[in-house]
Structures are given as C-alpha cells and as structure tokens.
C-alpha cells in the first residue's frame, strides 16, 4: 500500500541531531506528499536535501499559522496530502504546529503521526530519574524572576518535570534550581543530544552547577533538564 493516502495531514518526527535518525517511513512520507509545512524551510530544505527529496516546502511558523491554517486545510480537503515539521524532533512539543493540526481535525481530516525522534523522551530514557509519571513543562521563562517564580509553583509537584533550556540561559537556570528546588535535589542534564559533541550528567543540582561551570564549552547548545 501508498505510505501517502490523498487528503491526509502526515505529522512527522525528524532528528534532533544525529541525520541518520530520519526513519525509512518518515523519508518515504516526506518524498511522497504534495508539500511539507515547516517551521523554517531553510532547515528543513538542508534536511531534505541530504536525503534526495524534493518536495516543495511552505513556511508554517509561530507568526502565520493561523492565518494559513484554513488554507491548508482547504488543499487538504481538494485532495493534497500534507506533511508537517518542525526544526527538529516531535512537531507540536514546543514547536508549531497546534493551529493546523486542531483546524485539520475540526474539518475531519485523517491526521497521521509519523514517530520518530523527540528530545524529551530521549532525555528522559537516560536520565536515571523516575520516569513513569512525568510533567513537561517545556522552556522556562527568560526571566530569573519569572522563572524562579514557576520552579516555586512546581516545588510541591511529585511527578519528574522536564525542561527545555537554551544555551544563553542554561547556567542562569541551573542556578534557579538550585536556589528554589534545593542543592540537593536530582538534576539531569543533558545538551546536544544525538549529536557529536552529546553530554550529560545525573548529580545533585549544585554539582550539576559545578560540573557546567568547569567548562565553557558545556554551555554551549541545546539543552533539556529533568
């Protein structure tokens, strides 16, 4: 049977580093659709063209995804078959993607998920800390008090929480979670998963703090804290 059916929205999952993590149905999905939704077609075009494919490539981002939503739908509706991306990893799990997929749904449109790479289960599958009830909370606010101000209303919070964090803010949170969760408590940290330079470490979170601030390289990259 067609991987791609006529009329359907194809939600897939591309690596969050390492290229070889593009699944041999994700490859076949996004050669197969009539346009691949993307969050910036810079990314995705470099993507695509290490693998061959060359699908035509819309822009789906933050700033215009409700207003195209309807539009998309409506190519959907005529018998298009759409794929949606993001950067990288799991589209919708902070990154675009919601307007589309709820739009595409309210309409009655097959929405199918192509699997693959995503940053918080990979990061939870080696961090050493409980993971059979966890809260993802995504990225932290930008700033410290805000941001001291959301760990505080998560200090009662039993499950594993897990957090997206960038490069320029990575060591300022490090140092809120110890401030408002304790020295002690567990910290995961992990950057650039999949990719080649890939560290992490489980610790007490003032060591965690220790350990990041022993290198200036380990600040560099992307990040997820559990």
């Known amino acids: 049977m067609n991987e791609v059916q006529p009329g359907q929205l194809y939600v897939v999952a591309t690596p969050i580093g390492n290229l070889a993590d593009l699944s041999p149905r994700a490859q076949s999905v996004l050669a197969g659709v009539t346009r691949i939704c993307a969050e910036d077609t810079r990314t995705s075009g470099s993507l695509l063209a290490h693998f061959g494919i060359r699908t035509p490539l819309v822009a789906l981002h933050d700033h215009n995804e409700d207003g195209l939503a309807e539009a998309l739908v409506a190519a959907l509706k005529k018998g298009e078959s759409l794929a949606l991306v993001s950067d990288a990893g799991t589209p919708l799990i902070s990154d675009p993607g919601f307007a589309l997929v709820r739009a595409a749904r309210a309409a009655g449109v097959t929405v199918i998920t192509v699997p693959g790479p995503c ?16 809260l993802f ?19 009662g919070e039993a499950r594993t929480l897990v957090f997206y964090e960038s490069s320029h803010r990575i060591a300022d949170s490090v140092a809120d979670v110890v401030e408002v969760l304790g020295a002690a408590r567990l910290l995961f940290l992990g950057r650039e998963l999949t990719k080649r330079f890939e560290e992490s470490i489980t610790a007490p979170a003032d060591q965690v703090q220790r350990w990041l601030g022993a290198d200036s390289n380990r600040e560099r990259g992307e990040f997820v804290l559990i």
């Open 119 to 134: 940053a918080v289960t990979a990061a939870l599958s080696i961090c050493g800390l409980p993971t059979d009830s966890f």
């Open 137 to 155: 909370v995504g990225f932290l606010p930008s700033k410290s008090g805000a941001r001291k101000d959301k760990l505080d209303s998560l200090k």
